[in-house]
Every structure is written in structure tokens, then in C-alpha cells.
């Protein structure tokens, strides 16, 4: 089993649609929590860190459960600009990340 | 300002041969982290730097890779007797410190003939 779980997709939605991502991780000892974006052929770039109580960043919204070991990330009206791979990340003890493969957003006109 | 560097951005070399990717943190950034990403997949913990020393290892696939951060700042990472399976992007991270952030290089796509 991978330690970080995510749907690959593709999810493929129209301009303005709302679109959730969810993601399981496997080590309960996982200190830090985050969604990444990552554009084709590009690096990744932080998106949004995820806290237990939840937060919000515009039209991103995070969201942490620890009892079930589960991430979500909520967008909003959707932007033909969001087309691209969101990566969840889980940061343990030492430092170290563990990625996701990634889920592959296309948004459509 | 400027971020995280890497250099080569692209380098092809063949099977066997020696390499070196180069990375330039953030300034002021004291962690920096290696990664490596393969098509489809993300991003592989390899090695972990706090300061000048390697924090963490327990990525680096075997001894063939070796990376060094001499004086706390840039940092390189060494693969010698590259073999076909090497191929793939490199990514240097920094960050602030323990638990902050990470913010990413362009990264080296290397690929092994």
C-alpha cells in the first residue's frame, strides 16, 4: 500500500463547476499536511498548507481529518487556469515529504 | 527574489558515465531536500540536509547517489555509474527550517542512453 493514496483521475469538469480531490495517508505519525500544484513539465509549487481545523485560501478550500487519516481539497468555480496536477503531501518527523502521484484536474471551456 | 536553482536544467549523458546536478537554495533557507520524479509518479524523497549535514538519507537508492552540502548553502548531488533507471527529474527543495514550507527548483531532467 502507498503511504500517500490519491485518484488519479482525469477529472474533467466545466468552467464554474465545483470539484473535490481526496486523499489518504498511512502513518499516523504524520506531522504536516499539504496540497501542491504542479503544472505539466513544471515543478511543484505549494498550493495551500492543511490544518485539522480546516482552512480556506479564496476559492481553495483544505481540509484535514486525522482520525480517518484523510485530506480533501475543495475548489470553487472553476478556472480554466486550474488545469493541472494537484499532489497531496504528508510531511512526517523528520522532514522528509511524501507525495501522492497526483490527481490530473483538466478544466474545460 | 530568487528562488530555488538548479543546474543543468536538461542533461543526457550515457550509461555509465558520472554526474553531478547542482542546487541553489533560497537564501537564508537552512533545509534543503532532494527529490526525484519519474513520469506519472510523484516526487521521490531522497535526501535531506539541515545545514551542512545530511538529516536524513533514507531515500538515496543505493550507493551509487551521494550528495554533499559543504558549507550549508549549495548543495550537489552525485550519481556515479549511471544506469537507464536513473532517468528522471531531479528536484531540489528549501525551505526555512524543520517542518516549514518546501519551496521547489525547475529541476534537472536527466536522461541516461
Known amino acids: 500500500r502507498k503511504e500517500v493514496e490519491q485518484d488519479p483521475g482525469p477529472f474533467n469538469v466545466p468552467e464554474g463547476a465545483t470539484v473535490a480531490f481526496n486523499c489518504t495517508y498511512s502513518n499516523s505519525a504524520s506531522q504536516s499536511f499539504f496540497w501542491y500544484r504542479q503544472d505539466c513539465r513544471k515543478e511543484p509549487k505549494l498550493l495551500m498548507s492543511v490544518y485539522s481545523s480546516g482552512n480556506e485560501d479564496g476559492r481553495f478550500t483544505a481540509q484535514l481529518n486525522r482520525a480517518s487519516q484523510y485530506i480533501s481539497l475543495l475548489i470553487r468555480d472553476s478556472k480554466l487556469s486550474d488545469s493541472a496536477t494537484y499532489l497531496c503531501v504528508v510531511g512526517g518527523a523528520t522532514n522528509k515529504l511524501i507525495f501522492g502521484t497526483g490527481t490530473l484536474l483538466a478544466v474545460q471551456p | 527574489g530568487a528562488g530555488v536553482s538548479q543546474t543543468p536544467s536538461n542533461k543526457v549523458t550515457e550509461k555509465g558515465k558520472y554526474v553531478e546536478l547542482r542546487c541553489d537554495p533560497i537564501s537564508g533557507h537552512t533545509a534543503l531536500y532532494w527529490y526525484r520524479q519519474s513520469l506519472g509518479q510523484g516526487p521521490e524523497f531522497l535526501i535531506y540536509f539541515q545545514g551542512t549535514g545530511a538529516a536524513d538519507d533514507s531515500g538515496l537508492p543505493n550507493d551509487r547517489f551521494f550528495a554533499v552540502r559543504p558549507e550549508g548553502s549549495v548543495s550537489t548531488l552525485k550519481i556515479q555509474r549511471t544506469e537507464r533507471g536513473d532517468s528522471a527529474v531531479y528536484l531540489c527543495?528549501?525551505?526555512?527550517?524543520?517542518?516549514?514550507?518546501?519551496?521547489f527548483g525547475d529541476g534537472t531532467r536527466l536522461s541516461i542512453l
Open positions: 527543495a528549501s525551505s526555512l527550517g524543520a517542518n516549514q514550507p518546501q519551496h
